[in-house]
């Protein structure tokens, strides 16, 4: 196990540095409502987000939010939690965003019980305990603490916490368009720090934008007969070639103001060769070489653009007869902004048989980028030096997708900005033995005191 002797030294150098004007929620409280959280079971199917959803409801009625501050609303097996602490001006209210649900974890895998909180040799480890409960319990916390200091913000404040945000997001989809007229949201299920092994913060990722999910999938059909009698078209060659194609075509290479601003300072940290090609396309998107060198890194491939792959290739009914019908799924991760149906005709136009349909998921549909707003970048800045000043803060572009994309979708700009600062080798989201430092929690609870406090001026 790691040494403790750094990050505790780190932890105390980070709320000695917090802001003096306010007075975080207490640590052990906020500890004991992420543990709480863990030991509800909140996975897909076991019907358990209500029961969370009442939990966090009951810790904010404790710290004085009335029962009209506060709605549960049941959707199928899981839920939404909306708190808002009424703000004293009737500008647009800010959101803040996370989810109450977590993907499964079967017990036999892991070292410990998954849903049983467990707190060892400086570590809290359960399901959803990074991902996405930790911030979570210090939003909660951070809420709590300042409907007991009686503050006042000028923005009414609205905690969202949606239930299913890890499968099909029905949950995200309606609080998106209920609470579509926000002025801004932040989640605390995007961004954080890194730390290195040395125990030190290496950067702060601000996430601003999420490429689009989208499936598609192609589809080639045809009469079939008997293997013996071989047909001069053959569904399964037919896709065999259209997939070929797909998997050497590369979409046009792209740069957005995330990239642009945030590329060179992730070349910094990077160096060498890799550091120098990042360092390239952010000053000419158009530098052959550079996006040579950075699309044959699986780590930055997805950042200069829109990748397509096959996952899912289906064909044939059975071994003597010729196949009537091939499909293959085609995953895309859009660049933000490029519209779903951009990209459908464009992998249409690549395989250029009319043999083969493209057909999109319906369900896909595309969020640009959220413009890097001055008073966000301030107000992640000040809570970021406050524990550890000068750090690089690093706009960011995520490739799979949060609640954010909704909102964004929507037209509600929104940040990523979570409290959580760890170590790459901590971090199992979604994976075995899934953990976070208990000494991240104090200067976590600092950080969203901060944000709160200064955003919804």
């Known amino acids: ?4 002797t750094a990050p505790l030294a780190l932890a105390a150098a980070l709320l ?8 975080p929620a207490d640590a052990d409280a906020a500890k004991q409502i992420l543990k709480d959280s863990i030991a509800i079971p909140t996975v897909e199917g ?21 029962d009209s501050d506060i709605e549960i609303t049941p959707m ?15 500008k647009k209210p800010i959101l803040l965003l996370g989810h109450m649900d977590v993907v499964e974890a079967d017990p036999k895998d892991w070292t410990r019980d998954p849903f049983v909180p467990v707190e060892e040799n400086g570590y809290i480890f359960g399901r959803g305990s990074e991902d996405n409960k930790f911030d979570i319990a210090m939003m909660v916390a951070t809420m709590a603490q300042l409907k007991k200091d009686g503050f006042k913000p000028q923005r009414s404040i609205i905690l969202l916490l949606t239930g299913d945000e890890e499968t099909q997001m029905v949950t995200t989809r309606a609080l998106a368009a209920k609470y579509k007229d926000a002025e801004f949201a932040i989640n605390g299920d995007g961004g954080g720090g890194t730390i290195g092994e040395d125990g030190k913060p290496q950067y702060y990722g601000l996430q601003a934008g999420e490429k689009t999910y989208a499936d ?5 059909t045809n009469p079939g007969g008997h293997s013996s009698r071989p047909s001069p078209v053959n569904a399964i060659v037919q896709l065999a070639a259209a997939l070929e194609k797909v998997g050497a075509y590369k979409f046009a290479a792209q740069q957005n103001e995330l990239t642009k ?3 060179p300072i992730v070349a910094d940290h990077v160096g ?30 997805g950042q200069i653009g829109t990748t397509c792959v096959p996952t899912l290739v289906k064909g044939g009914h059975a071994e003597n007869a010729l196949p009537q019908r091939a499909t293959a799924n085609i995953n895309c991760r859009i660049f933000p902004g490029v519209p779903v149906e951009t990209v459908r005709a464009e992998l249409e136009r690549v395989i250029a048989d009319p043999a083969v349909k493209v057909n999109t998921d319906p369900d896909a549909s595309a969020s640009d980028a959220s413009p890097l707003r001055p008073d966000v970048m301030a107000a992640v800045k000040k809570a970021v030096h406050a524990r550890a000043p000068g750090l690089p803060i ?13 909102f964004r979708m929507l037209g509600v700009p929104s940040y990523g900005v979570a409290g959580l600062f760890s170590k790459a080798s901590d971090s199992f989201a979604h994976g075995l033995n899934e953990r976070v430092p208990v000494d991240a929690i104090a200067p976590a609870l600092a950080h969203w005191d901060s944000l709160l406090r200064d955003l919804s001026k």
Not at 273 to 291: R, Y
Request: glycine share 10%.
């Open 216 to 220: 598609f999938t192609l589809e080639v």
């Open 46 to 66: 076991r019907g358990k987000v209500p029961e969370l959803a009442a939990y966090y409801a009951g810790v904010l009625k404790a710290a004085g939010f009335a």
């Open 272 to 301: 060498g060769n890799m550091g120098a090609a990042l360092k390239a396309f952010a000053a000419n998107p158009e530098d052959e070489a550079a996006i040579t060198k950075i699309r044959a890194d699986p780590e930055y491939v």
């Open 261 to 263: 601003i945030g590329m």
């Open 1 to 4: 196990m790691r040494n403790l």
């Open 16 to 23: 000695a540095a917090a802001p003096v004007h306010a007075k």
């Open 76 to 90: 199928g097996e899981t839920a939404t939690l909306a708190v808002t602490l009424t703000g004293t001006t009737k």
């Open 394 to 406: 690093i706009p960011s572009m995520s490739a799979g997708a949060t609640d954010s994309y909704h």
